[in-house]
């Protein structure tokens, strides 16, 4: 009998165990300084501007943009909890912990570290972090959504969607827009091939496109059907999308940047943003990327 019930506890401990799934736990890099939350759906984050901690031991970036994008780390992980709620299943989720001032993820290692021998290694296992994340992503469903978020303050209050292209570019003719070289120039190519008979134009700014589906859920949004060609100033991605966001990976993706008012200045507008954000995403990865989410 007391054979037995050891037996029975010890098959409990293993099952408990076992229902908590170590890969889902999350992963520090050097110091803590990058976290690396693992997921199980085609869908990747990457928070690079919301990281809150100044150590003396990196030094401080004396060119290039330090500000830090307020409050992008929190909405980054109230997006994937509002996946988690609507989907039952985690997604991955990659965030720098080092303030803008000591290290910027999104710009090569020569301007994102500026020679900090600490910051350099963060730098590669922030995209290395990225790289694994996405390859599991592909392997486990074919191909995999990337998003690198960030916020900015325009007094043009929208989100702005950069899939790589400048606005002068967006401002071409339709029909240099549907144009092969066009396409191959942006983070949706992936998007492009799998639906080979939807113009680009449509995907960028159509009234299925990701900007229209989240001014549907009452955020303004550019590219959009709305806006078309963004004004200016205008964030189109940077080196992190430009890096990661490849058809040839089976990656597409996009650089999304939230506006401070109304979208992450209270945790209510940031939770609401969340839950539109999420909203909008399970309908536009399925229809457009061909996997479930
Ligand atoms: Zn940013």
Not at 29 to 54: C, D, F, N, Q, W
Not at 86 to 111: A, Y
Not at 254 to 281: G, S, Y
Request: positive net charge; glycine residues 6%.
């Amino acid at each position: 009998m007391i054979r037995l019930c050891l037996f029975v506890s010890l098959w409990f401990i293993a099952a408990a165990f076992a229902a908590d799934e170590p890969t889902l736990k999350p992963v520090f890099g050097t110091l803590r300084y990058v976290e690396y939350i693992p997921g199980e759906l085609p869908l990747v984050l990457s928070a690079p501007h919301g990281g809150l901690l100044k150590p003396k031991s990196v030094a401080d970036r004396t060119y290039g943009v330090v500000d830090s994008d307020a409050n992008t780390q929190d909405l980054a992980r109230r997006i994937a909890a509002e996946v988690k709620k609507q989907t039952g299943k985690s997604m991955d989720l990659v965030i720098s912990h080092l303030h803008r001032s000591k290290l910027d993820p999104n710009r090569e290692i020569k301007e994102a570290a500026q020679g900090d021998k600490t910051a350099e290694k963060i730098w590669q296992e922030y995209h290395s972090y990225i790289e694994k994340a996405l390859k599991k992503a592909v392997a486990r469903h074919g191909r995999a959504f990337f998003i690198d978020l960030h916020g900015q303050n325009h007094k043009d209050i929208r989100v702005e969607l950069g899939y790589m292209h400048r606005v002068a570019d967006l401002a071409k003719p339709t029909q240099v827009i549907n144009g092969i070289d066009f396409r191959q120039s942006g983070s949706i190519q992936l998007i492009s091939e799998l639906n080979p008979d939807v113009p680009y134009a449509d995907l960028l700014f159509g009234s299925e496109s990701l900007g229209a589906m989240i001014e549907q859920h009452g955020f303004l949004a550019t590219p959009s059907p709305r806006m078309t060609v963004p004004t200016e100033p205008y964030f189109r991605g940077g080196y992190t999308i430009d890096r990661h966001s490849r058809a040839a990976a089976h990656v597409a993706g996009l650089q999304i940047e939230a506006n401070r008012i109304r979208l992450r200045d209270t945790p209510e507008n940031r939770q609401k943003f969340a839950e539109a954000l999420v909203q909008t995403l399970r309908v536009y990865i399925p229809k457009w990327l061909k996997v479930e989410l």
